[in-house]
């Protein structure tokens, strides 16, 4: 019973972890999509995107 406990909590940091992880890196290149548009004036768009994606998002 012990061993399924840490199982399960390494599973559910596992899951976090990488998680996480992924939204920083997509975050992260839509930052850089809204910086290469600054220069045209278009980055409204791509800033806007940005912030939804950085917001919690529940399961």
């Known amino acids: 019973m012990l061993h399924a406990g840490y199982r399960e909590r390494r ?3 596992r899951d976090l972890h ?5 939204r920083l890196v997509s975050l992260g290149v839509a930052l850089r999509v809204a910086q290469r ?3 045209d004036g278009t980055v409204d768009g791509p800033l806007d995107q940005s912030v939804a994606e ?3 998002r529940r399961a």
């Open 37 to 39: 548009h600054l220069d």
């Open 11 to 13: 599973r559910l940091e």
């Open 18 to 22: 990488d998680g996480a992880q992924q």
């Open 54 to 56: 950085s917001e919690c």
